[in-house]
C-alpha cells in the first residue's frame, strides 16, 4: 500500500513508545482530517456541491475514458472525474476517509491489533446525498479486546470544515506563570490516543509524522523512546529490496488489506447514511441487507467480468 509513513521514524518511533508504555491500554481514538484548498476536494465545498451526475464533456484524446473506468459502470466523461477529482465520487473513489484514512489510522491500526470492527455507527453527515461524499462526516468504529493486553476500543473520524482536535484542559502545556495554553495542533490529518488511566494523550498527525505526548511535558519521562529513529530505506525502496528477497516490506498486503477493508466500511457508512453491525470473523455485515450489498458491489459491467473471475 502507498501509506509511505509505515516506513519511516515516525512508525520506529510509534513502535518505541509502545514497547517503553507510553502507548499503554489505549481505549480511544479521535481521528481528525481538515481540508485545505485542493481540486481533488472541491466537494467540501458548499458552492461547488452536486446532487446529480455532471453531463458529458469531450473526452480527451491521451484518455482511454473505457479503460479508466474499468469494471465499475461508464458515465459520460467530465473533468469533474478526472484528472485527480474522482475520490470526491462513490461511483469512482473513496472520498477523504479512503484516502487520507491510510496515512491517520494505518499506526494504530497495525500496531495495536485492531482489526475490523463489530460496529460502525453514523454519527452526523452533512449535506448528504448518494453521489458525492459529505461536506462533514463523523462516525464511529468499535472494536473489541484483542487478548489480554489491548482493551476495547472506541475510534471516532471527522472530516471537514472546521474539523481540528479539541484537547481537555488537563492535557495543556504550562507557561511560566502558571497559565495553560492550549497545544497547536494544526496538522491536515491527525489522531488523538487516549490512555485508559487518563494520565495523558498521545498525538500524531499522518503520513511519517512522529508522534509526541500531551501535555509535551510527559516526554521527559519517556525520553528514551521519543526520538525517531534513523531508518535507511524509504518506502519504495523497502517494496524494491522485498521484491529481491531481502527482508519484508512493511506495508505488505496482510497489513494493508485488512486496512483497506476498514475503510471500505468506513465508507459504506458514510454512502447510506446509516449504522450497522458488523461480525469481524465471518466479514459480514450483520442485519443490514443494504450495507452487504453496497461492500459486496455490482458485477463488473459488459467486457470486464472475465478479468474478476475468482481463481481455483
Given amino acids: 500500500m502507498g501509506n509511505q509513513g509505515h516506513t519511516s521514524g515516525g512508525a520506529r518511533q510509534f513502535q518505541q513508545l509502545l514497547k517503553g508504555g507510553a502507548i499503554k491500554n489505549i481505549n480511544k481514538i479521535e481521528a481528525f482530517f481538515k481540508p485545505f484548498k485542493h481540486p481533488g476536494i472541491w466537494f467540501y465545498e458548499k458552492g461547488q456541491r452536486i446532487e ?22 461508464m458515465k459520460p466523461f467530465n473533468s469533474l472525474y478526472h484528472p485527480q477529482t474522482w475520490r470526491a465520487f462513490f461511483l469512482y473513489g473513496c472520498g477523504i476517509f479512503g484516502d487520507w484514512g491510510a496515512h491517520i489510522l494505518d499506526f494504530p491500526h497495525d500496531y495495536l491489533k485492531l482489526g475490523l470492527p463489530t460496529r460502525v455507527e453514523k ?7 448518494k453521489i458525492i461524499f459529505p461536506r ?9 479486546k484483542r ?21 481537555d484542559e488537563q492535557y495543556w502545556d504550562k507557561n511560566e506563570d502558571g497559565t495553560s495554553v492550549h497545544p497547536n495542533l494544526n496538522d491536515t490529518g491527525s489522531t488523538l490516543l487516549h490512555r485508559k488511566d487518563g494520565k495523558f494523550l498521545i498525538y500524531r498527525a499522518s503520513h511519517a ?21 534513523r531508518v535507511t530505506h524509504n518506502h519504495q525502496e523497502s517494496f524494491v529490496q522485498a521484491c529481491l528477497g531481502n ?12 486496512l483497506t477493508q476498514l475503510l471500505h466500511l468506513g465508507v459504506t457508512c458514510q454512502y447510506l447514511n446509516e449504522s450497522f453491525d458488523f461480525d469481524r470473523k465471518r466479514k459480514r455485515v450483520r442485519g443490514n441487507a443494504r450495507a452487504q450489498a453496497v ?18
Fill in 209 to 229: 509524522k512522529p508522534s509526541s505526548l500531551l501535555p509535551r511535558m510527559t516526554m521527559r519521562e519517556y525520553e528514551a523512546y521519543v526520538k525517531p529513529p
Fill in 123 to 129: 454519527l452526523e453527515m452533512l449535506d448528504h446525498n
Fill in 295 to 312: 461492500l459486496d458491489g455490482p458485477e463488473p459491467r459488459k467486457g470486464w467480468i472475465e478479468y474478476y473471475k475468482p481463481i481455483v
Fill in 52 to 73: 446529480k451526475y455532471p453531463t458529458a464533456d469531450k473526452i480527451p484524446s491521451t484518455l482511454n475514458w473505457d479503460l479508466w473506468c474499468g469494471p465499475a459502470e
Fill in 247 to 258: 527482508g519484508k516490506t512493511t506495508s505488505p498486503f496482510s497489513i494493508s488489506g485488512e
Fill in 136 to 144: 462533514l462526516s463523523k462516525l464511529s468504529m468499535q472494536f473489541p
Fill in 147 to 167: 487478548g489480554n493486553n489491548l482493551p476495547a476500543v472506541d475510534l471516532t473520524w471527522t472530516d471537514g470544515y472546521g474539523t481540528k482536535p479539541v484537547v
